[in-house]
């Protein structure tokens, strides 16, 4: 399977802490060898990096770890391929222009045999995800336009998250630059930090930040990922079907849809919080 | 104005030697600090790197001249702003994805105020030259399919190269992953490099590199630059209008359009010779 993280701030924030943790998975700590990639958005800008090796070995994401790339949303995945490949092509976070906009995807589960509609945006490789992705795309183009809302457009979206989830397992972090939508049908987990802002330990990594050191009060980050990154702080799940829509750090709309029960979810009994 | 580099091999081919050239005229021995960009094709995955910065200074740059990232298809540019913002979005090279492959495209040279049709494929920055970009896909789907011939798919492109740069100037880079094309509206040159291999010298960086060292006798590597990279080989230059499409190091076609003369060209009088 794979791994997935996502940022979404109030102002331009650098990601390095979460991103040290992720990477380690990437071959150290956790067995997602198969590559690594992550979409940092600046303005409608977006600055990727793609790699098909182990991230906690690979020069690039190190150097990555150390700069201080700062972004209001960001997508980044690690990868252990079982559909598709090991190779460039296949690496996520993919990547297409719609309406005058980056929009941006990465997927944690498997869609076996996916195959979307041919239609405009085709993948270039041979995963699932990529396939998801595209279908996801060109049925947006084709029910909406680009003065849909929204709530139309999102309402689209978490159906067909809906859906493919029905086919397979399938979290999702998808963005268009403006907002970061979140879909989980196994498992996810968020924390939002502001003020007063505390100290982090990492979970894989011996690293420990001081948030208080790198923000102001002013700042809200929160951050999404496969699994929780630290050890001293609270991670709220999602439940299963549930989505959340985050702009400048926040979730500023919400919801859950029916799935059938599936043995790869989280429990959905724990009541939804968020720290 | 800014730089293009491009470089197509019969193998997977490090352009470590001339990306660092070119790196150096990003706010050391040249002018154009105002972004630089690269991409590497790796079967049909393509890995980018972007930064709206001096690449001169650029730590990712220095990252990129180190690692011995292997390619058949490379396009790369370093920016002096003219048209559009100084940012992430406005940094070439640009992509998109037509027909399953990533076609990625650089441009030197200013086409003042061009606007194309409202299609498919839309520019996110404000720049000309993604402006010519987009109209060129959505030309090209317009007037194509997935299996139309070479030949003709090519003939549109120059024939709008053409129409691009009645316009203006427009110097062009442009891959589909399987071939690179190139087009001179005012500078371009190129150099093949097969057996028997010899030393080179940087003209921007004191750096000498023993080709022989680093090839096989079966490699031909060429390399397609604004300005030679190198003081001690012959560049030929292109003649205004000329395009060349390359695969595997070869030019494995070419013509010439005609243009009015423009005070930019370079003279048209030298016979085209390869070297």
Redesign the interface.
């Given at each position: 399977m794979c791994e997935l993280l996502g940022m979404s701030a109030n102002t331009p924030t650098d990601i390095r802490f979460s991103f040290t943790g992720l990477m380690q998975r990437g071959g150290a700590t956790g067995p997602h060898r198969d590559g690594w990639g992550v979409a940092f958005y600046?303005?409608?800008?977006?600055?990727?990096?793609?790699?098909?090796a182990a991230s906690a070995n690979s020069?690039?994401a190190g150097?990555v770890q150390?700069?201080p790339i700062k972004s209001e949303i960001v997508i980044s995945h690690i990868r252990q391929a079982n559909v598709g490949s090991v190779?460039?092509?296949?690496?996520h976070p993919f990547?297409?222009?719609l309406?005058?906009?980056?929009w941006t995807f990465a997927h944690n589960g498997q869609v076996p045999g996916f195959l979307g509609r041919e239609d405009?945006?085709?993948?270039?490789?041979n995963t699932d995800s990529e396939a998801l992705f595209c279908d996801l795309l060109n049925r947006i183009r084709a029910e909406h336009h680009p003065d849909t809302g929204e709530t139309a457009l999102v309402d689209t979206v978490v159906t067909l998250c809906g859906e493919y989830a029905r086919q397979g397992v399938c979290n999702i972090l998808l963005s268009n630059g403006d907002w970061l939508l979140t879909f989980c049908s196994s498992k996810l987990f968020c924390i939002t930090r502001r003020a007063p802002f505390g100290p982090a330990r990492l979970k894989d990594a011996d690293v420990v930040v001081d948030f208080q050191q790198e923000t102001t009060s002013r700042d809200v980050v929160s951050v999404i990922a496969t699994e929780p990154l630290t050890t001293d702080e609270i991670w709220t799940p999602y439940h299963r079907g549930e989505w959340r829509l985050w702009r400048a750090g926040e979730t500023v709309a919400s919801g859950r849809i029916d799935l059938p029960r599936n043995e790869d979810s989280v429990s959905t009994d724990s009541s939804s919080k968020t720290h």
């Open positions: 600046e303005g409608r800008g977006v600055r990727v990096f793609h790699e098909p020069e690039i150097v150390r700069l190779c460039l092509v296949n690496t990547i297409r222009e309406w005058g906009r980056y405009l945006y085709q993948p270039v490789g």
